[in-house]
């Protein structure tokens, strides 16, 4: 099946640095992928959809100017978090849109786990 | 508004049958999806039924889906220990990305 990586895996950061996360589609093009968000013992919440080649549409509620998307290529997004504080601590899940054969399947990253301290 | 349900937690014997059920609310999904995710890890795609479908089977995995009742559910048979893990229905209700369940997290005693 496709695969779909995160870097990095975990990253520990202290309040008010910016952090960058990338999520790559390794074996197929992508032009739309998605970012979760997963609290602690939580169900996971989109946050935005990254659509190659244009601006990134956001959830209700999900600040467009502390998660900054850049969907350069058709396999690289990238969320960055910035100013970051101890809240947005969480594990972030990438997804990757699949459009290959009758249905578009979604092929989701390994996840990222942040702790702002 | 989309509003995927489970149950918290479930508890089975090793070799038992174990079933996870989902309800959800918007009638619209096309795909409705089983996902499986690891402590600290992320979702390994199960299973996923078309809406027009009532039954799908995959080894030892049954989905079962009653859209009258917008009712999803997942049988694990002869669950082994391997299959504790936390379980998550999803829906596709034509927006491309998931709607996400609160997650069922499965116990299998030995």
């Known amino acids: 099946g496709a695969v779909v990586s995160q870097h990095p895996s975990w990253v520990i950061c202290k309040s008010g640095t910016s952090v960058k996360i990338e999520c790559r589609s390794l074996?197929?093009?992508?032009?739309?992928m998605f970012w979760y968000r997963q609290f602690p013992k939580q169900s996971l919440m989109l946050m935005a959809t990254s659509n190659e080649g244009s601006k990134a549409t956001y959830e209700q509620g999900v600040e467009k100017d502390k998660f900054l998307i850049n969907h350069a290529s058709l396999t690289l997004s990238t969320l960055t978090v910035t100013s970051a504080h101890p809240e947005d601590s969480s594990f972030y899940i990438c997804s990757a849109l699949s459009s290959g054969g009758s249905q578009e399947t979604q092929y989701f990253g390994p996840g990222t786990r942040l702790l702002v301290l | 508004g989309e509003d995927v349900e489970q149950s918290l937690f479930l508890s089975v014997r090793e070799g038992d049958s174990s079933v996870i059920n989902c309800t959800y609310t918007?009638?619209?999904?096309?795909?409705l999806y089983w996902y499986k995710q690891e402590p600290g890890a992320g979702l390994q795609l199960l299973t996923y039924?078309?809406?027009?479908?009532d039954m799908k089977q995959d080894q030892r995995l049954t989905v079962l889906l009653n859209k009258k009742d917008k009712h999803l559910s997942l049988r694990i048979a002869d669950t082994q220990t391997g299959d504790s893990a936390i379980y998550f229905c999803?829906?596709?209700?034509?927006?491309?990305?998931?709607?996400f369940g609160s997650g069922t997290r499965l116990q299998v005693q030995p």
């Open positions: 039924i078309f809406s027009n479908m």
């Open positions: 918007d009638s619209s999904s096309t795909y």
């Open positions: 999803a829906e596709d209700t034509g927006r491309r990305a998931l709607t």
């Open positions: 074996d197929f093009q992508a032009t739309t």
